[in-house]
Each structure stands twice: as C-alpha cells, then as structure tokens.
C-alpha cells in the first residue's frame, strides 16, 4: 500500500505552520544545540564533529549543518566527503549502495558495519549482511563514519570500520520542517516532519516525532520498447518518549518505529562495450519485467538511565524486518530450454559474438518460448536483539578514566525461497511461456545468533590521552537447505551446516596534544568478518590494521592527515549475484595475504578570514590515495577475482579519490559546489594496463546548489548533480557496462518553523 496521500497530507500540515517559526530558516532546526543525540550518548563513538576530534582514531561526523549544504538523497554523494571510503556505484540513485572503507571490499557493504541510531541496520548482519536495505540517506540528521582501533565499540565486522546514521531527533521545542523539490525525469522528493516535547508534571517531559519521506523518479534510463526505469520509496518514522533528566535520578525512554515501501523498476542487465559507447542510457528490453520491490520495519525501545553525573546506563531492544524480491533477468537460453538450460547474462554481455543468438534474443531481434528467464530472488530476513552500554566516568591513579562496558545478544534469519519463469519477448512485451514451481530454484534458512561484549577505557592526563578496548564475538550461524521440490519443507531439512567461533578483537590508540594547535594519533587493531553460513571450511577474514596521523587547527582552519596499513592475513569474497555471479550463490573464497595502505587527508577553512567581509566562504578538501595488492598468486571461481598473481590489484578500488568544496553564504542566501574525482579503476583483478571492457574511467563529477531565504521561515532551493552532464561508467559488475546518472535539476522550497 502507497502512503504518498499520507505524506502528501503531513506536508501541507508542516507548510501550513510558518506562523509558529521560532528561526531564521538556516536549514533544518535540531532537537538541541547542546547535544541532539544526547540519549545515544553512551553508545556512540562520537556525536558530533567536536566529539571526532577528540576521539584516538579516524572518526569522520557530517553534521546536519554539512548534509543541509548540498541537500543529497544518495548516501553515496554523501560520503565523496569522508576519506578512506571505497564507492562503487550502481543504479545512479543510492537505493542498494556499495560502501567499502579502506579497501575492505564494497559489494553490497557487506565488510563494514551499518547502523541506525546505533542499531545493525543490515537485513541480516551475521546470517547476510549483504545490504540490499539501506536506510533512507535523505531522511537523516546525521552521519557517523568510523574507521580503525574506534570501532571495537561497534561489530561483527570491524576490518573496515562502521557507518552510523542518525535519524531526526525528537526536538525539544515544539518545531517541524518541510521540503518539496521537482526536477528531471519527473524527479520528486517531498520530506516533512513535527514534533517537540511538553511539560507534564515538575521535570518530566513527554515528546513525540513523525516524519514522511517520499522520492520517485521516472528513471535515467532508457528501454528501447519505452517504460519505467526508476523507482518510488516512502519512509514513515514516528517517535514518542518520556524524558526526566533534570530529576534526582534522570532518566530517558523513547519508542521507535520506522517502515520503507520501495519499488524499483531496475535490474542488473548493463550494455556491452559498442553499446554503452554508442547510447550510455539504454536499457535491453529483455529487462522489461525487472523489479525490485522490497518493505520493511524497524521498532526500537531506548531506556537512558544516569545513577550518577558519571554513571549511565543505556539500554535498547530492536527489532527488524525485511522482505524483498528482486524480480530480474538471470539468463538466456537460446535454445527455447528455459531455466534448465540458461546462459548467464554477465557471460553473454561480456561476449556477445561467442553468445550470439543469446545476445540476439536480449535485445528482442529474435523471439523464442522459453527463451528468456526471469529469477524471483525473494527473501525474507528477521533481525532482533537487545544491546546494554554502561559508561563510568572516574579517576584512579592520577588518571582520568572514561569507561564503557557494552555486552548485545542477537539473533537474525535470511529466508530464501526462489524460482524461475520463462518468456518470449515479442514486440516489447514479455509473455510468460512456462511458470517455474514455488522454490524451486532456492529453498533455503539461513540464521545467526551471536553475543558480542566489548570494553573501552579511555585514559586521560594533561596532554595525553590513550584509549585501549577489547570487543568479543560469540557466534554460531546455521544453514538448512530443503529440497527444491518441497516447498512446504514438510519433509525437513536435505542438508544442515553450522559454523561457530569465538573470537577477541583488541585495539588500542593513542592521542597527544602537541600544542593547542597541532594533535598527534596513533592506534593498532585487530579486523575480523565472519565467515558465510554453510561455509563450514572457509576461515574468517583477519587482518592487523595500523593508523598514524595528526590535526591541525588554527583559527578557522582545520587539517587531519592519517596514514593506514591493513594487513590482511586472509581476505574474503562472498559470491552474490551482484559480483557478477559465475559461482553458487553464497559461496566464499579466500583471498590470502593482501596489502592496503593509504593516506587520507582532510582540510576546511573559511577564507572570510583574510577578507574584510560579513561572507562566509567556506573551502574544503578530502583525498584517499589506496594501494591494495594480493600477495600470494591463486585461482578461484570468485569473478572479480579470477587467476590471480602476486601483486594483482584489487578490483573496483581506485588509487586516488579527491573532493574539492566551496561556497559562498550571505545572510539570507548561498552558494555551494563540490567536484569529485575518482581515478580509474579496474573490474577485475590485475596489473599493468586495464583492458577496455574491464576499465572504470577516472572521471570529475560536480554538484552544487543554490538557496535564498525568502522569510525567516522559507527557503527557495535550486540545485544540480552532475552538473556538466559527464558521462562515465559507474560499474561493470554483474552483467555488462552501467552509467552514471547524467545532469538533474531540482528545485523547489524548504520550510522551517
């Protein structure tokens, strides 16, 4: 059921209150200057750009004030603005992205650690933790990303490191805010929501939020029969809560619940070589059916107990559910065979003169039954647990000591029951020829269940600070295959595998003040990811990861640099249909011994400051250089990967990233742009010159935008993504070439009370 009438229905509330407006309309109003996600507090690494810089580690926090800038909807344009970030772009919208941080591996974000307001947010992050959910970027307050010995607070997998998304805090006056932006391809995203808290007896407060989110798009992409190519989604969040904390004894208690609906017309068939050069936007019409419908539910309760100005206490259950099915193109059959005899498409569009008369019923020259088969990839995933984080504030030993005890029990479970179609494309229609039976292509269970324990004392004397953690995984993952012909599994299980392990993940930092100005970092940890259920022969990925680096600030200039090195002792890959395939869904390969080291830099400052000006002009820099090479040679059925020798480069990890900012802000307008660089990268592994049809070109994409306060309350917004319409490759991975999104324009308003 759409719920655009309902959103449609909040927004005209929140536009219809600029009478209330107790702000100038600078962007969205916060929950409290002071500490908006005060109530997370003891769970978080940081909770604000302040924090991060007192953290002994590579901690990146993008305010409200920094996502409001650009105003992004893709969390992948989002983070060009963090360094150490591995991207690989997919659909040119951000719906399932591909997040790897400091060469720990992109597909689907399955090596890094994703978060809402504190909570596993992958639909299954032990079972799978491939994230084909991802929260709502645009919907967010703000953005957490931490890398190296920090991250032993957060888990399973910590070799990269973890993303945190902060949604919209429950404000503390009564305040909302509403946006409605129109543009290319029918492009609209409308975003709205109110809330505050009152005063029910003495220092209690009682508090509420509720926020829509709805965005859809005709899509950039072009089907030679005509038809959708793009997707509308709609995110519901609603809060409400008790809040004491000026009591004797304060205390905090909040509900959350959250829903997407998403539907995607958007499939994994890309171009071949010739084609993408010739029309970068078209679409085969094979694909015409391909759709991605996916829904899904979160409830969070959070209690926030302070026994004392330095004991608190924060505890919260969650629950989360997920289902999708990613009804898509899996092969041809060129003899009218159907799914019995099918060719994958990343073979045929990899090859289209070997696979000729597949090639030829891709993209509709030859009409056959049976020839053309459909996949319903539908899954059901469930994630549950309960997650407890004491932080004791003391000294001892001339030391201040500043530790957190955290200890989560969790359970999650991936539900795989799939089959096939067969069809004839005639005359751009697709015509269902034979119906595959129920699960008959996957009748799987997959299912973790974990403890993980850590603890962090941070200690503190005049100009040092060093902070040393433990984290501890307790796991067993289970997986039950049932016969394809029984898809009531009244017959039980063919085949059970379990895999279990305990392990310790120590890190420890340090931090030095040099002087007020100049800081020096520095930590060692351990990275670990689990292995996949069923996959009882395969060892963990582990790796000893090193940081170095330092941060300068003077007046309004700001710089981090940060040297890494990540010693893999055994890297992993996870064969999914989003790797390109070419192996059984699932299967993991290890990748032995491999080298990634880099640096990354930061720089902000306002040139307003050698200017005699009342302009704000805002500058900023973020650069990655990465080298990630295998050490040892080896063959494996793992597509990226191949035959590989010593000294092959990783694939889809480019060598250098940089992203260049700046703007211009009056009173009531500004101005902002950034360009982003990414060189080329490679699809496959391998060394020396990349071949054509497995180069990702290096390319400079640019975004910006404009806005102007028309009150104190409303705001005119105009703003543009790709703005010098650059054509480029944004993958090659699983099945042929696929752009970039080309130029769009939006424009529309914002309003703030």
């Known amino acids: 059921m759409k719920r655009t009438s309902i959103a449609s229905a909040l927004l005209g509330t929140a536009l219809a209150l600029p009478s209330f407006a107790q702000d100038a309309g600078t962007g969205e109003p916060g929950a409290s200057a002071e500490d908006p996600y005060r109530l997370l507090s003891t769970v978080l690494v940081s909770s604000s750009a302040a924090d991060a810089q007192e953290v002994a580690g590579s901690v990146t926090f993008l305010s409200e004030e920094d996502l409001a800038v650009q105003s992004q909807s893709d969390v992948l344009r989002i983070l060009r603005a963090v360094p150490g970030v591995n991207i690989q772009e997919e659909d040119g919208y951000g719906l399932r992205p591909n997040i790897g941080l400091r060469g720990s591996g992109s597909d689907r974000s399955s090596r890094v650690v994703l978060m809402e307001d504190g909570v596993p947010i992958a639909p299954a992050p032990y079972a799978s933790p491939s994230a084909y959910y991802f929260p709502t970027a645009g919907r967010m307050h703000a953005i957490e990303v931490t890398k190296g010995p920090a991250a032993v607070r957060y888990g399973p997998r910590t070799t990269g490191g973890a993303v945190n998304l902060f949604s919209t805090p429950v404000p503390e006056d009564f305040s909302g805010y509403g946006q409605a932006l129109f543009g290319t391809d029918d492009h609209q995203r409308l975003h709205g929501w109110v809330g505050g808290r009152e005063t029910l007896a003495g220092s209690l407060k009682a508090g509420g939020l509720i926020e829509f989110y709805d965005e859809e798009t005709d899509g950039f992409k072009r089907l030679d029969s005509g038809g959708p190519t793009g997707f509308d989604a709609d995110d519901i969040v609603v809060k409400f809560g008790l809040y004491n904390e000026d009591a004797a004894l304060p205390q905090s208690l909040e509900f959350k619940y959250q829903s997407r609906e998403e539907t995607s017309n958007e499939t994994y068939l890309g171009l071949t070589l010739d084609d993408f050069r010739t029309d970068p936007y078209r679409r085969y019409d094979a694909s015409l059916n391909d759709q991605f419908n996916g829904e899904n539910e979160l409830y ?195 085949r059970v595998r379990t895999l279990s392990d305990q392990v310790v993940v120590p890190g420890i930092s340090a931090l030095y003040d040099v002087s007020d100005e100049l800081t020096l970092l520095a930590g060692v940890h351990r990275g670990f990811a689990i292995a996949s259920p069923g996959n009882t022969t395969s060892d963990a990925e582990e790796s000893v990861n090193y940081e170095a680096g330092g941060r300068f600030t003077r007046g309004l200039f700001q710089a981090e640099a940060v040297a890494f090195f990540n010693d893999y002792s055994n890297l992993l890959g996870t064969c999914t249909n989003s790797s390109g395939g070419g192996c059984v869904i699932g299967d993991q390969f290890d990748g032995g011994e491999v080298d990634v080291k880099g640096i990354e830099l930061t720089a902000s400052w306002d040139a307003a400051a050698i200017i005699d000006t009342d302009l704000s002009l805002p500058l900023g820099l973020v650069y990655t250089w990465t080298d990630a090479e295998f050490q040892t040679g080896f063959s494996s059925d793992y597509e990226p990967w191949g035959n590989v020798e010593a000294g092959d480069e990783l694939p889809y990890l480019p060598e250098q990233q940089l992203t260049l900012s700046a703007g211009v802000e009056g009173t009531r307008w500004g101005a902002g742009i950034q360009g982003n660089y990414v060189d080329e990268a490679r699809a496959r592994a391998g060394q020396g010159a990349i071949p054509a049809a497995e180069r990702i070109d290096g390319r400079w994409i640019a975004d910006a935008s404009v806005w102007f306060d028309v009150t104190e309350s409303v705001r005119l917004r105009a703003k543009a993504e790709n703005l010098f319409d650059e054509v480029y490759v944004a993958s090659i991975d699983p099945a042929g070439l696929r752009p970039g999104k080309p130029q769009e324009i939006l424009l529309g308003l914002e309003v703030s009370f």
């Open 300 to 494: 969070q309760l959070t209690h926030k107990i302070e026994f004392s100005p330095g004991l608190t206490l924060t505890t919260f259950g969650y629950s989360h559910d997920f289902f999708r099915n990613w009804y898509k193109l899996q092969g041809i059959a060129a003899d009218g065979s159907g799914a019995a005899g099918d060719t994958g498409i990343s073979s045929i569009i990899a090859d289209p003169v070997t696979y000729a008369a597949a090639f030829d019923i891709v993209t509709g020259a030859v009409s056959l039954d049976d020839s053309i088969v459909l996949r319903a990839n539908r899954r059901n995933y469930s994630s549950e647990g309960i997650q407890s984080v004491l932080n004791w504030q003391t000294a001892f030993a001339g030391w201040d000591h500043d530790l957190t005890i955290g200890v989560r029990v969790h359970e999650d479970e991936e539900d795989r029951f799939q089959e096939e179609d067969a069809y004839r494309l005639e005359g751009g229609e697709l015509f269902l020829t034979t119906a595959g039976a129920p699960g008959s292509q996957a009748n799987r269970v997959s299912s973790g269940e974990a403890v993980a324990l850590f603890i962090e004392d941070t200690i503190r004397r005049d100009r040092l600070s060093v902070t040393a953690g433990v984290r501890f995984e307790d796991y067993e993952l289970t997986r039950k295959d049932y016969s394809t012909a029984d898809p009531t599994r009244a017959s039980g299980p063919t």
